[in-house]
T-cell receptor, first 115, second 113 residues
Framework: GAVVSQHPSWVICKSGTSVKIECRSL??????MFWYRQFPKQSLMLMAT?????????EQGVEKDKFLINHASLTLSTLTVTSAHPEDSSFYIC???????????FGPGTRLLVL | SQQGEEDPQALSIQEGENATMNCSYK?????LQWYRQNSGRGLVHLIL?????REKHSGRLRVTLDTSKKSSSLLITASRAADTASYFC?????????????FGTGTRLQVTL
């Protein structure tokens, strides 16, 4: 149980285009989902927290207009990187948690390369 | 930065040896969690230890927590080549829906045959 999927697993796009990444909890209802960013050989940095049906809360320094997060249902959250630039190239990982449960379950990650 | 520090940054051992990783953090916590990440993959939850616990075991894993020193350690006994991965500690203040994890800098473990 407690499986989280991400799609796509990797994506290459041209500079200036937008990319959408999906995060799904497959066998539980995720009242809260988190989006992280990880650069090579570095730790995970939290970008934003989203609760189902409400606006995402962004961490300091993360542009909410550039990284659009939608948590439309209890099993799906999406991250859209708008007008992507090469510096947005990174590994994006989502996690999901059910209300009252301490453990977060992580997706396998999406590797984004912006040319 | 609120990010925790892990020590060592990299560790190379031979199969069968024990591996110890340390984590220090800065804020009050409800629990501390350890995760493993294989290269280019997502994170796998290993173990959670609560602030009122001092030691916890899970298979070949042993975790200790010293809240007075704001530190934790992860011991992997009888290591295997398959244990090669990056290991991260993460602290959780757990304030309900607003709670979020803060990850340490990670330890890259290499287990050789």
């Amino acid at each position: 149980g407690a499986v989280v999927s991400q799609h796509p697993s990797w994506v290459i796009c041209k500079s200036g285009t937008s990319v959408k990444i999906e995060c799904r909890s497959l066998d539980f209802q995720a009242t809260t989902m988190f989006w992280y960013r990880q650069f090579p050989k570095q730790s995970l940095m939290l970008m934003a927290t989203s609760n189902e049906g409400s606006k995402a809360t962004y961490e300091q320094g993360v542009e909410k207009d550039k990284f659009l997060i939608n948590h439309a249902s209890l099993t799906l959250s999406t991250l859209t990187v708008t007008s992507a630039h090469p510096e947005d190239s990174s590994f994006y990982i989502c996690s999901a948690r059910h209300r009252g449960v301490e453990t977060q379950y992580f997706g396998p990650g999406t590797r984004l390369l912006v040319l | 930065s609120q990010q925790g520090e892990e020590d060592p940054q990299a560790l190379s051992i031979q199969e069968g040896e024990n591996a110890t990783m340390n984590c220090s953090y800065k804020t009050s916590i409800n629990n501390l969690q350890w995760y493993r990440q294989n290269s280019g993959r997502g994170l796998v939850h290993l173990i959670l230890i609560r602030s009122n616990e001092r030691e916890k075991h899970s298979g070949r894993l042993r975790v200790t927590l010293d809240t007075s020193k704001k530190s934790s350690s992860l011991l992997i006994t009888a290591s295997r080549a398959a244990d090669t991965a990056s290991y991260f500690c993460a602290t959780d203040p757990y304030t309900g829906t607003a709670s979020k994890l803060t990850f340490g800098t990670g330890t890259r473990l290499q287990v050789t045959l």
